[in-house]
């Protein structure tokens, strides 16, 4: 481990994903960022080295097989190898950790991501599953234990400085924007037959396949109203998507005077990163910068939500509230996962969705528990829909 006077230690839940490797990036171009703690899913070898460079204290695999194999590579060094469920709980509290990354996709966050706050550790959030799901029990916790919750998710980034400085009570609405994917402006007939390489063309953004679907399929925008109603605590009524196809607007804010204020910037994900990594510094970035008069234009528009179905669908969900965002959530994530195989076609994605949202009875305001057993639940109904065992 590196050592620094102002050094700031963190973990990465993740890093070997997209976000992870971003969060990477960053602490290699910051010497005061320490990586104490490290913990991927199933690939040994980015971890080893990861490891090999920043020698944190501890590493975890999600299989015990991986572990076992990660253990032997690593025996050279001091880094002790957990695993599993277990083995993120211990990253999450463990006490050198001061600020947690959770880079980590799907609902397995929930349960770090409140043993970190927990144990008063800062909490930089990308995980978006987190709050979709089990929003109105970390964000309670989160004021009890006196944690901060640190959005990395662009636009929720760009939300959070547009509100420093700012009475929030003074806040009427959250413009939170859209690229529009790579189907801006297709009718349903065109999205029939799109193909998973052109779902996979993403006009601005580079992140994980998942993410990019679904920003296709404006699931993302729908699981970032839902996050951003919780970080911010707003109702959902007060956020407006718009359909921005530049990204450079990366979301506003609107008060209670009509003044906007926005965060621009190019799309790249290190800056949320940085900005919640440094919080409330803003450190020096090298990289591009955004030339207005290049750009000339930043335009505007409404969701079409007829036709991107995944944003009303998500809509709904949130009023619906209880456990309708997790069934939105996980019938997503398997939908996704089926047409990424491409067994579905695009347009199922939507189908899915519906049939597990309309078939689900709602548990209001669930435990972790009636959370997680709403998401096996609905796994379940799409393997009997489909017949897919292999889910
Ligand atoms: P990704 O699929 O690229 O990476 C996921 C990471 O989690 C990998 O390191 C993987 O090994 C690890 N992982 C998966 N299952 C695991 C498990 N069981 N235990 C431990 N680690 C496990 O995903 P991503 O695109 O980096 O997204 C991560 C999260 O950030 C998601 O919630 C996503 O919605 C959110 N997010 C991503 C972006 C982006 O630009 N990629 C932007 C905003 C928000
Ligand atoms: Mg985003």
């Known amino acids: 481990m590196k050592k620094d006077a102002e050094s700031r230690k963190i973990a990465i839940l993740g890093s ?25 899913g199933t690939r040994v070898e980015p971890i080893e080295a990861q490891i090999r460079e920043f020698h944190p204290l501890i590493a975890c695999m999600w299989t015990d097989e991986a572990a076992k194999e990660l253990a032997l590579r690593v025996k050279d060094l001091p880094v002790r190898v957990v695993s599993g469920m277990d083995g993120l709980l211990e990253i999450a509290a463990m006490p050198e ?3 947690l990354v959770t880079a980590i996709v799907g609902m397995i966050g929930i349960r770090p991501t409140i043993a970190a706050i927990k144990a008063h550790k800062t909490i930089a959030l990308a995980n978006k599953e987190t709050l979709v799901t089990a929003g109105h029990i970390i964000m309670p916790l989160a004021k009890e234990c006196g944690v901060s ?12 400085q547009s509100m420093q400085g700012q009475p929030r009570e003074r806040v009427h609405k959250i413009l939170l924007t859209a690229s529009g994917g790579p189907f801006r ?5 065109q999205l029939a037959c799109v193909t998973v390489e052109d779902a996979l063309k993403h006009p601005n953004w ?14 993302n925008k729908g699981l970032e109203v839902m996050e951003a109603r919780w970080l911010f605590d707003v109702d959902i009524k007060q956020i407006e998507v718009l359909i921005h196809p530049q990204s450079i607007l990366h979301s506003a804010v609107e008060y209670a005077d009509g003044s906007i204020i926005g965060q621009m910037g190019l799309p790249d994900m290190k800056l949320p990163i ?30 079409d939500m007829e036709t991107f179905a995944g944003l009303s669908m998500a809509l709904a969900a949130a009023e619906a509230g209880g456990t309708m965002p997790t069934v939105y959530n996980a019938a997503n994530e398997r939908a996704v996962s089926l047409f990424l ?27 972790v528990n009636e959370i997680l057993e709403a998401e096996a639940e609905t796994y379940d109904f799409i393997k009997q829909l489909t017949g897919d065992t292999q889910l």
Request: glycine share 6%; hydrophobic share 40%; with cysteine.
């Open 16 to 40: 070997t994903g997209s976000i992870g490797t971003q969060t990477v990036e960053i602490v290699r171009a910051n010497p005061e960022l320490q990586v104490v703690a490290l913990a991927g």
């Open 97 to 99: 950790v001061e600020v």
């Open 149 to 160: 919750i640190l959005p990395v998710d662009s636009e929720h980034s760009a939300i959070f």
């Open 185 to 189: 402006g297709r009718t349903k007939e």
């Open 206 to 219: 580079s992140m994980g396949k998942k993410i990019t679907v679904d920003s296709a399929t404006l699931v």
């Open 274 to 303: 940085q900005y919640a990594l440094f919080y409330p510094d803003r450190k020096p970035m090298d990289g591009g910068r955004v030339d207005l008069c290049q750009i000339s234009q930043l335009t505007f528009e409404k969701p």
């Open 341 to 367: 195989q491409k067994k579905i076609r695009f347009l199922q994605i939507y189908e899915l969705i519906a049939d597990c949202m309309s078939a689900h009875r709602i548990v209001n305001n669930p435990n």
